[in-house]
C-alpha cells in the first residue's frame, strides 16, 4: 500500500509536469466526473497532505488517493502508457506531458475553498512545510492505552505513515508494535523518528526496509530471526484499515511489553 513518500513523490512528477501549465485534456474515467471538462483549465499547483494529493487548477482542486493500487505516471505526449488503459482513472494532460492517474482508490473534483474538508480531521503531515511534532505527541497521548503499531497507521494522529514504516519505526526505537502509546520510554523521539524516516523515503529513495516483510531473516542489529503477526483493529467505523495488517519486529531487540 503507497504511504505518504509514495504520494509526495508523485506530486513531485505531476508538478514537474503540470503546474503552470494549461490543460490541453482531461478526461476522468470515474462515472461521477464523466462530464467534468477541465481543458483551459492552468494548473497552477500540485500538492500532497499524508496520503492526499491535490491538483489545484485556477477552478477547482482535484483531490485523488492511491489506496491499495493506485499510482501515477507522467508520460510525454505519445510515450506508450505502461500499465493497462482499463485501469486508468484520471488523464490531464498539456502540450508536453500526459498525467495518468491508474487504478486510483478516489477522484474528487473539489471547490478549492472545499479542499480543507479532505484533510482536517488528519494529524500533522510529517513531509509537510507545517510539520508539528508538538500537535503529533499531543494526539497520540491522547489514547495511551493504544498500540503504538497501530495510533502511527492512525492518519488522525500524524500522517503518512502505512504498514511498512510503523514496522520500520518501530524496530529503529526498539519497541514493539503492541507497547501501549503509555509505556514508549521517549515518545517524542519516536515522533522525531517518524518524520527522519518518512523524510528519507522520500528525498532519498529506495527505503530498503529493515524488518517489513522479512520474515525469519535475520535482524540487521543482533541476527535473531525476524517475526511477524497481525495487528489491524476490528471496529470498522476506525480509519485504519482492515486489510493485511502484518506487523514485523525482532523478537529481541524489540521484547514485548
Ligand atoms: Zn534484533
Given at each position: 500500500m503507497p504511504e505518504g513518500d509514495t504520494v509526495f513523490r508523485a506530486a513531485e512528477r505531476l508538478r514537474t509536469g503540470l503546474a503552470g501549465k494549461t490543460l490541453t485534456r482531461s478526461d476522468f474515467r470515474v462515472p461521477r466526473y464523466a462530464t467534468v471538462d477541465l481543458v483551459g483549465d492552468l494548473v497552477e499547483e500540485v500538492a500532497s497532505y499524508g496520503k492526499h494529493l491535490f491538483i489545484r487548477t485556477d477552478r477547482v482542486s482535484v483531490h485523488t488517493h492511491l489506496k491499495m493500487e493506485g499510482v501515477w505516471r507522467v508520460f510525454h505526449r505519445g510515450q506508450r502508457w505502461t500499465k493497462p488503459p482499463v485501469t486508468a482513472r484520471l488523464v490531464l494532460a498539456n502540450d508536453e506531458v500526459e498525467a495518468v492517474g491508474f487504478s486510483l482508490g478516489k477522484v474528487q473534483v473539489l471547490a478549492r475553498a472545499d479542499e480543507h474538508t479532505v484533510i482536517d480531521?488528519?494529524?500533522?503531515?510529517?513531509?509537510?512545510?507545517?510539520?508539528d511534532p508538538a500537535e503529533a505527541l499531543r494526539r497520540l497521548t491522547a489514547h495511551p492505552r493504544r498500540a503504538v503499531g497501530l495510533a502511527l497507521l492512525d492518519q488522525r494522529n500524524l500522517a503518512g505513515i502505512g504498514n511498512i514504516y510503523r514496522s520500520e519505526i518501530c524496530f529503529l526505537r526498539r519497541v514493539h508494535p503492541t507497547t501501549p502509546i503509555g509505556e514508549i520510554p521517549d515518545l517524542p523521539a519516536l515522533v522525531d523518528e517518524a518524520h527522519r524516516v518518512l523524510g528519507k523515503a522520500a528525498h532519498q529513495p529506495p527505503w530498503r526496509p529493515m524488518v517489513y516483510a522479512r520474515t525469519r531473516r535475520p535482524c540487521p542489529r543482533c541476527g535473531t530471526a525476524i517475526a511477524s503477526q497481525p495487528l489491524g483493529e476490528d471496529d470498522p467505523g476506525d480509519r485504519v484499515s482492515q486489510r493485511e495488517r502484518g506487523i514485523y519486529f525482532c523478537p529481541r531487540c524489540q521484547p514485548r511489553p
Open positions: 480531521h488528519l494529524g500533522p503531515d510529517l513531509l509537510g512545510p507545517n510539520w
